[in-house]
């Protein structure tokens, strides 16, 4: 999606430790007729797809998965909390996630009222970098013996491993823009050609 390459050159900024800050539009502020435009694109990417159901995880993937839901017919968004507890809980779907940002393991968990078999599944994402949280979210779907019909990335960073993992496995995974590298030091942001 070339506006959004441009708008991750534009206002992206690149952190040491291999982290782009979006917070003008996408993680702290939310540029809404952009996330709306986004929410159109991944709409025409899995049109294809039978999607009643979209899945993310807690925070910054709850605003694009809601501006993407209102394309899809208004299906319901569940988002993966973040548990506190690591109590096993009969009610809710658990699984483990290595959270790239804050360096640590989180329980993820999702009530058992919200995810089942019947379930058509389009999981939605901010970032994916290793694939951690991704592989937790398709791990939640497949305890409830829900389908995953596809995977909607806003910006992947392609020099690591989770985007060609989760492809590998035969997911149907689409991410709106690639970068290929970026460097701290001058700021400079390189995109894959498609
Ligand atoms: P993964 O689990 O694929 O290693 O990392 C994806 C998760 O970590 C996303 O949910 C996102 O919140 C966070 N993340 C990974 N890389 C970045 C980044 O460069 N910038 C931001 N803002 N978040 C990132």
Redesign the pocket.
């Known amino acids: 999606m070339k506006a959004l390459e441009e708008k991750i050159k534009k206002e992206g900024i690149v952190?040491k430790g291999?982290?782009?800050?979006?917070?003008s539009f996408?993680?702290h502020q939310i540029d809404v007729s952009f996330l709306d435009k986004m929410g159109d694109e991944f709409q025409r990417l899995f049109q294809e797809h039978k999607i009643n159901k979209i899945l993310t995880?807690e925070a910054?993937?709850i605003g694009i998965a809601v501006m993407t839901a209102r394309h899809f017919g208004d299906v319901p968004v569940v988002f993966a909390k973040k548990s506190k507890t690591s109590n096993i809980s009969d009610d809710l779907y658990h699984t483990r996630?290595?959270?790239?940002?804050h360096q640590k393991t989180n329980d993820v968990v999702v009530s058992k009222q919200y995810l089942n078999e019947n379930d058509h599944i389009l999981i939605i994402?901010?970032?994916?970098?290793?694939?951690?949280?991704?592989?937790?979210l398709i791990d939640l779907v497949k305890q409830a013996g829900g389908t995953v019909e596809g995977i909607g990335i806003v910006?992947e960073?392609g020099y690591?491993a989770?985007g060609r993992k989760i492809r590998e496995a035969g997911y149907h995974l689409e991410s709106l823009a690639i970068i290929d590298s970026m460097d701290d030091e001058c700021g400079q942001i390189t995109f894959r050609q498609v």
Not at 18 to 23: A, F, H, I, S, T
Not at 125 to 136: E, Y
């Open positions: 952190k291999n982290v782009l800050k979006v917070d996408l993680n995880i910054s993937g996630v290595d959270s790239y940002t994402d901010d970032f994916l970098a290793n694939g951690c949280a991704i592989l937790g910006i960073k690591q989770g």
